[in-house]
């Protein structure tokens, strides 16, 4: 296994009674990197990490964890790691400071340490509220916090923002680059195509259990960017999309020789197109 | 010494978690009060001197009553509330052993347990000269350590805390109805005399009735032998979906 690569899966397909639900995963996360996992319910991004966090066992193939395989680790690993799932629960009868502390004596952090993670998600003041008396977005922010008590090498988030106000998503998305500044590796699995953009430095994208693209987002934008179009907005405040020809080039020359043009932007594909190139189903529709 | 650092984690949280239940602490509250109402109603009716066999039918209620409300429903109910809270995997994802886990589950239910069998023991009206304090302690221990093991099995079949419940009904019906009901019948006490709570219960009824009581060997074979088989089938089912099912 190279040096920063911290994780490694190898053909990996897991079959649960008649259904292929993973098959032929291949896919390495390295040092300092946010790997997204992409794809709509159903795809396989949950059992993925089971498999990886030595939760679940896969049918065949080969998955490697800092240097060891899935099938020979125990409890210890995850003094390395965090798991974050949607449903990560949260003693909601203990306060925030003690849902916390609790999982420091388990990993023996310090907890100073304690006080450092409940300033960084912004519950110190709510630390002596009980965990069950905080809103969802602070829940979230909570559950993040018990992942990351004990700096873990790799972070798995499964869907962490999913159903979170837009305020607390974009908290949490500063708190996962900071993480990543840190040089903490993160493994993130959604089906929200912006926030991937937005966080990650690569993505595969998953469909039925196959990873169908992989590449970093702009890579991927760039690459399925076959019919180049423009979008413009005029002086008159008329709003044209052009494809790019060599008319198309001399018309757009033209306003703006004459300084018509008000602002101009190509127009790429987003993540969501190109997940609907290639599989030619939406992340909306995908799992129905 | 790790070890020892998340044994008391997983225990502290349990505590925490079980203490704060009202529903899973209604246990203990109401054996006590239980025992202390039957003491005042059959003294009332007795004109204030207890009988032996009215003393041995507090004990008997009062046992059965601890070990099965406490250590099947206490520690079945508090597994079930983690699986239904979603704080089990958080646990089990932290590097807590299935051994640490076990044993932070029981450690509070079954040194609770054996204080209200105290308790219970004190308050009956027995005296305490006729008990043989370190025999009750010691068959105290294994029943609560039983009742314990049959717990976590109930927590391990039980979805939410509900279901627990369910699942707990048959096995009080069992092992705390036929032992508390056991003077009352010859059948029930020789029923009886094969359950680790009816053990408890009849050497409770001895010192009450002022026999020097000592372990008959089926007793003792009673005792091991349901240790053994609710460990072996707490052994196979966790071995089959750990503590929750994928």
């Not at chain 2, 202390?36 to 009553?65: A, Q, R, T």
Request: charged share 20%; with cysteine.
């Amino acid at each position: 296994m190279e040096q920063n690569v911290l994780l490694d899966l190898s053909h990996i397909s897991k079959r649960y009674k008649t259904e292929l639900a993973l098959k032929d995963i291949n896919i390495t996360l390295h040092k300092g990197e946010i790997l997204g996992f992409l794809g709509p319910s159903g795809a396989g991004k949950t059992t993925t990490i089971k498999i990886i966090t030595g939760q679940l066992r896969q049918t065949s193939g080969e998955a490697k964890i800092l240097d060891t395989d899935t099938v020979n680790i125990d409890e210890s690993i995850y003094e390395k790691i965090g798991v974050v799932s949607d449903q990560s629960g949260i003693y909601e009868k203990m306060t925030v400071w003690q849902n916390l502390s609790m999982f420091a004596k388990i990993w023996r952090v310090p907890s100073v340490r304690v006080e450092e993670v409940l300033h960084q998600v912004e519950l110190y003041e709510h630390r002596k509220k009980p965990a069950g008396k905080l809103s969802r977005g602070q829940t979230q922010r909570l559950v993040l916090a018990r992942a990351v008590l004990h700096k873990p090498r790799i972070l798995f988030l499964d869907e962490p923002t999913s159903g979170l106000d837009p305020s607390t998503a974009v908290s949490i998305h500063k708190m996962l680059l900071g993480l990543k500044e840190e040089g903490m590796s993160i493994f993130l699995t959604t089906h929200n195509m912006e926030e991937a953009t937005k966080l990650c430095d690569r993505v595969a994208l998953l469909y039925q259990g196959k990873i169908v693209e992989c590449g970093s987002p702009k890579e991927l934008c760039l690459k399925y960017n076959q019919n180049k179009k423009y979008h413009l907005l005029l002086n008159n405040q008329e709003e044209v999309v052009l494809e790019q020809s060599p008319q198309n080039i001399a018309k757009i020359s033209e306003w703006m020789q004459r300084d018509e043009i008000q602002c101009i932007h190509s127009c790429e594909p987003t993540l969501e197109h190109v997940f609907l190139q290639v599989t030619g189903a939406s992340l909306g529709l995908a799992s129905m | 010494m790790d070890n020892i650092n998340k044994l008391k984690a997983v225990a502290q949280i349990k505590w925490i978690c079980i203490s704060r239940n009202t529903a899973i602490m209604i246990g203990p509250l109401l054996t006590v009060a239980m025992v202390w109402m039957v003491k005042i109603l059959y003294s009332i009716n007795s004109g204030g001197d207890l009988s032996p066999i009215l003393v041995s039918l507090i004990l008997s209620l009062g046992i059965s009553l601890n070990l099965c409300m406490d250590g099947f429903l206490m520690v079945g109910t508090a597994i079930a509330e983690e699986k239904e809270k979603h704080t089990l995997r958080v646990l089990m994802t932290s590097s807590v052993t299935g051994m640490q886990y076990f044993i932070g589950s029981i450690l509070f239910p079954f040194v609770l347990m054996n204080i209200i069998n105290i308790v219970v023991l004190v308050i009956s009206g027995i005296s305490m000269s006729q008990v043989s304090v370190v025999a009750f302690l010691l068959v105290s221990a294994v029943a609560s350590l039983i009742s314990c093991v049959m717990g976590m099995i109930v927590g391990l079949c039980a979805k939410n805390q509900m279901n627990a419940n369910l699942i707990s009904y048959p096995l009080m019906i069992v092992f705390m109805m036929i032992p508390m009901f056991g003077n009352l019948s010859e059948k029930l006490h020789h029923i009886s005399g094969f359950l680790f709570t009816g053990v408890l219960t009849e050497m409770a009824s001895g010192f009450a009735e002022g026999m020097s009581y000592t372990l008959k060997p089926l007793d003792i074979a009673v005792l091991i032998g349901e240790l053994i088989i609710s460990i072996l089938v707490f052994l196979v089912l966790y071995r089959r979906n750990g503590y929750e099912k994928d």
